[in-house]
């Protein structure tokens, strides 16, 4: 078996690095941080990290950080399987290849 084509798909939410501090210092989780959890946030979306844009699959970021683990979990195991879908259906036509022959 051979790899004959590779690619991705991205949640359709896109922001960058200050849209998401801008949105996360107006959240009640910024709030209820430390200091140090504030400044380490801060460092790093206010500073260059070679990452321009976030993309999240949910569209209401500012929901994202209300979120507990179990509820970030539940939206990953609602959105991984549609993003997965679209790489896959790209891969697929890349490779020039259809669903039925896999």
Do not use: K
Not at 34 to 46: H, M, P
Not at 84 to 92: M, P
Request: charged content about 20%; proline content about 4%.
């Amino acid at each position: 078996m051979y790899l004959h084509a590779l690619a991705t798909a991205l949640p359709p939410a896109a922001f960058t690095q200050s849209e998401c501090w801008d949105i996360l210092q107006r959240s009640e989780l910024c709030r209820r941080l430390s200091r140090r959890s504030t400044l380490t946030l801060r460092a790093i979306l206010r500073h260059d990290s070679g990452i321009s844009t976030r993309h999240f699959a949910l569209p209401d970021i500012a929901r994202v950080f209300s979120m507990n683990a179990d509820e970030l979990n539940e939206a990953f195991r609602n959105e991984a399987p549609r993003l997965a879908g679209r790489a896959l259906t790209s891969a697929l036509a890349q490779a020039g290849v259809a669903v039925g022959e896999v």
